[in-house]
């Protein structure tokens, strides 16, 4: 069985920085894409960065330039670098991972950003 595991979110002031990171466990012979997605209260879930294995990144417009992500492909872990964060950011984080040619999520971390 696969398993997404997450850490590192928690409350932040306004212009602060968090780190998220997300293990992959289990029998993996093959993991595609990883990343990261993130749900605010009322709306719906949406990608916020995400890496494949040869190291393709995509970023949603509104963290560009703020947010990073990054990967170990030894370690089966992705993380995301969050900086100067804003209000609006957030949200229940989610991993995510193609993994076995499946697709699997992590339990979700909660970020708060405060004003």
């Known amino acids: 069985q696969v398993q997404l595991v997450e850490s590192g979110g928690g409350l932040v002031q306004a212009g602060g920085s968090l780190r998220l990171s997300c293990a992959a466990s289990?029998?993996?012979?093959?993991?595609?894409?990883m990343g990261w997605y993130c749900q605010a209260p009322g709306k719906q879930r949406e990608l916020v960065a995400s890496i494949t294995s040869g190291g393709r990144i995509n970023y949603v417009d509104s963290v560009k330039g703020r947010f990073a992500i990054s990967r170990d492909n030894a370690k089966n872990t992705v993380w995301l670098q969050m900086n100067s964060l804003k209000p609006e950011d957030t949200a229940v984080y989610y991993c995510?991972?193609?993994?076995?040619?499946?697709?699997?999520w992590g339990q979700g971390t909660l970020v708060t950003v405060s004003s």
């Open positions: 995510y991972g193609h993994v076995n040619f499946n697709d699997y």
């Open positions: 289990g029998s993996i012979f093959s993991i595609r894409a």
